[in-house]
RNA sequence: GCUUCUGUAGCGCAGUUGGUAGCGCAACUGAUUCGUAAUCAGUAGGCCAGCGGUUCAAAUCCGCUCAGAAGCUCCA
């Protein structure tokens, strides 16, 4: 049979060779450092056995399918370490996840961080011993007595019986999985491995099922990788917007406040401030009117729309919900209904569409206690909320100008490259959570679809991600911890404004439902400033800095120059601060630095005689000497122009 | 909400097997007037998150509540 390598190099091998055959053939090294192989297009296991032509790649620990078999295969040494030391534990699911691996055990005590170490112990006892991993399929009703004493084992069991599919073992020693792998060929390339964490999970991620334990951990085939590996993500932690937002002083909490429910201190509120100021001009300069909506309702609102059914016990309300005979108030969770009272303000036209509408938006509501985190997850939030209403027609045209608002926000702020684009769907078999028709569903989706596809948008599909009155485009973003939220959303609505009564008097005189766009510019201003804390490190870019320029004048002398320049900073709205304390320079210029001041002004004898300023920016620490004019005209270009 | 962990002065931390608390930075006061990341000295600051329990005795052991972290679930 030919074999077609890397290359496009075809090569003559005898059927019934295998992938791993293969890779000897083709070298030693390479073998060794083989993890899987590519048939087809299709990642299988190195032991399979080739009996026809086929285009055929050997995958190393540098492809991302080799990782997830190298790091699947890990999670196998994992479990068979945990059988040993606890061999009462039932072995759920153990899969490969960007970075790592974790598997789910249910154990009658949850894992310490000392049974960590012991089982990471033995886990290399295991891997020094050059156990052999085999493979072996099973018909049904043999595979259900092997895993008799594995219930989980046994629900997927019957899952893939059903399906008609054959049932694969992997055994590593005596310790056999049901797994359709891939896998390695030996565990002993498993050199560098480290068990990262212990933490609850519920069996597939039902939170009505059992509570597992799972552990996660990370391997590489070279222990220099993996010391890199957890030196990044330590790296990583450092940007925790939740640590330096709070030592920088951008906001702070108090237990006697409540949980998520952030201060912003003065240089989070400024920050929020000139995101907020920029959002609104560029909505104006886009067509855009400014509403201000009240922040509470009564219950009858919410009923119309449908969050009353959905999201009751999300809202924060204010009376008895269930006592009909007197008023009852929520918070609003979200701002549609109250913009929509904008349109049925008086009777609508069709020249009165597309009707845009943005609010900087103060939304309420009541998650979860686990929820919560720093600035990306609150109770309280301000969004750069707005809802564009529109004839059918102006849908296409108008979202791509939500699109095209939100790239811009995106680019502004620097976010750009660091966003990645969901498109989120209903799920059809948990109909109980959308409102609408299967029709209507199909529409709108299927007219985002088009929309997405012609304007070239790069995206992943999310299923039951879509919000109850419509599909969405999410533009998600990770934090530190690689956890993924959305940033920005632009969603298309072909329910609520039937509910609300919405209608137009269109060109013929007959009168039409509007369509909906929910959308944000740049989503909610905390979780936003949150995610530029930790781009930037704290270091925001100039234009969004609370404090531009730190004055430091070297003497009691120089005070009154320091003080003259300040004033004709503040003066064109640079916002300047000096620091007169008795302080050595060196003691000013580090704090300066510390707080990520971007521009230092140190002025001495020399600069008051001058009339100039010794720059130091945070950056390049000698900015040089330059007349003060010069400097004040270069930052304000800096600002004017939103550099990053 | 669930699992695990954590909670000592504004911040970062010590506090051995239970015997009512310290260190560094910050703050304040004084001295120092200094050329690019920490000047020196002194002072003050804590119901050890809160409540309850065990004990002759609790920061330390137990329970509940509140808050913080990671993960799970959820996210209009």
């Not at 020094?128 to 219930?151: C, H, I, T, W």
């Not at 519920?202 to 220099?224: L, Q």
């Not at 020249?351 to 998650?367: A, H, Q, V, W, Y």
């Not at 109980?432 to 992943?460: F, P, R």
Request: hydrophobic share 40%; glycine share 8%; net charge negative.
């Amino acid at each position: 049979m030919k074999i077609t390598l890397k290359g496009d190099v075809v090569k003559e091998y005898e059927n019934g060779v295998s992938a791993a055959d293969i890779a000897k053939s083709i070298g030693m090294g390479l073998y060794k450092s083989a993890c899987a192989a590519r048939v087809n297009g299709k990642t299988v296991d190195l032991r399979t056995v080739i009996n026809e032509d086929c285009a055929l790649d050997i995958l190393t620990f540098d492809d991302d399918e080799g990782k997830r078999v190298f790091r699947h295969t890990a999670s196998h040494v994992l479990a068979a370490a945990v059988l040993r030391l606890f061999p009462s534990a039932k072995y759920a699911i153990g899969p490969a996840i960007d970075g790592g691996f974790y598997y789910d055990f249910d154990v009658e005590k949850p894992f310490t961080s000392d049974d960590l170490e012991k089982i990471e112990a033995e886990m290399k006892v295991i891997v020094k011993s050059g156990v052999a991993l085999e493979r072996f399929e099973k018909e049904p009703s043999d595979a259900r007595e092997l895993m008799a004493n594995q219930p989980y084992k046994l629900e997927l069991l019957e899952e893939h019986a059903a399906k008609g599919d054959k049932i694969s073992f992997y055994t590593l020693g005596e310790f056999t999985d049901l797994c359709a792998g891939p896998h390695l060929m030996d565990v002993g390339a498993i050199k560098a491995f480290k068990l990262t964490s212990a933490t609850g999970a519920y069996w597939r991620g039902d939170s009505k099922k059992a509570m597992m334990c799972r552990i996660y951990g990370t391997a590489f085939p070279k222990n220099a990788d993996l010391e890199a590996h957890l030196a990044a993500i330590e790296d990583a932690k450092k940007r925790d917007h939740n640590k330096i937002g709070r030592e920088l002083e951008f906001f702070t909490t108090a237990d006697c406040i409540g949980q998520g429910l952030p201060i912003l201190l003065p240089k989070g509120a400024r920050t929020i401030q000139l995101l907020q100021r920029f959002v609104e001009d560029e909505e104006q300069s886009r067509g855009y009117q400014l509403t201000k909506t009240p922040l509470m309702a009564k219950r009858d609102l919410y009923r119309i729309s449908g969050h009353w059914d959905h999201y009751r016990d999300g809202m924060f309300i204010f009376g008895d919900p269930d006592d009909e005979t007197k008023e009852c108030f929520a918070l609003r969770p979200m701002t549609c209904p109250f913009q929509y009272q904008v349109f049925l303000n008086r009777k609508r036209s069709y020249r009165d569409l597309p009707m845009r509408l943005g609010e900087t938006s103060t939304l309420f509501r009541n998650e979860d206690s686990g929820e919560m985190h720093g600035l990306i997850r609150v109770r309280q939030f301000t969004i750069s909320e707005g809802h564009l209403i529109l004839r059918p027609e102006q849908l296409e045209e108008e979202f791509k100008g939500c699109l095209d608002l939100a790239k811009f926000m995106l680019k502004t702020v620097g976010l750009a490259e660091d966003v990645t684009y969901r498109f989120s769907k209903w799920d059809e078999n948990r109909k109980d959570k959308y409102e609408g028709t299967v029709e209507q569903w199909n529409e709108a989706q299927s007219l985002m679809e088009k929309i997405l596809n012609d304007l070239g948008v790069q995206y992943t599909v999310g299923i039951d991600e879509a919000a109850f009155y419509g599909p969405k485009l999410d533009i998600q973003i990770k934090n530190v911890h690689g956890k993924e939220d959305t940033l920005i959303t632009i969603q298309i609505d072909m329910l609520l404004a039937a509910k609300f009564g919405m209608q137009y008097t269109d060109s013929d005189g007959s009168e039409k439902t509007p369509y909906i766009i929910h959308r944000t510019s740049l989503g909610c201003y905390e979780r936003t400033l949150a995610l530029l804390l930790e781009k930037y490190a704290g270091a925001l870019p100039v234009w969004l800095s609370p404090e531009q320029v730190r004055v430091v004048p070297i003497s009691d002398a120089h005070h009154a120059y320091a003080e003259e320049l300040v004033a004709k900073l503040k003066a064109v709205g640079i916002r300047a601060e000096a620091d007169y304390r008795a302080e050595k320079m060196g003691y000013k210029i580090r704090e300066a630095q510390l707080a990520k001041v971007p521009y230092m002004l140190v002025v001495g004898n020399d600069e008051m005689a001058n009339g100039t300023v010794a720059v130091r920016a945070r950056k390049e620490e000698n900015g040089g000497v330059k007349a003060f004019d010069a400097f004040k005209a270069d930052i304000l270009l800096e600002v004017a122009e939103k550099r990053l």
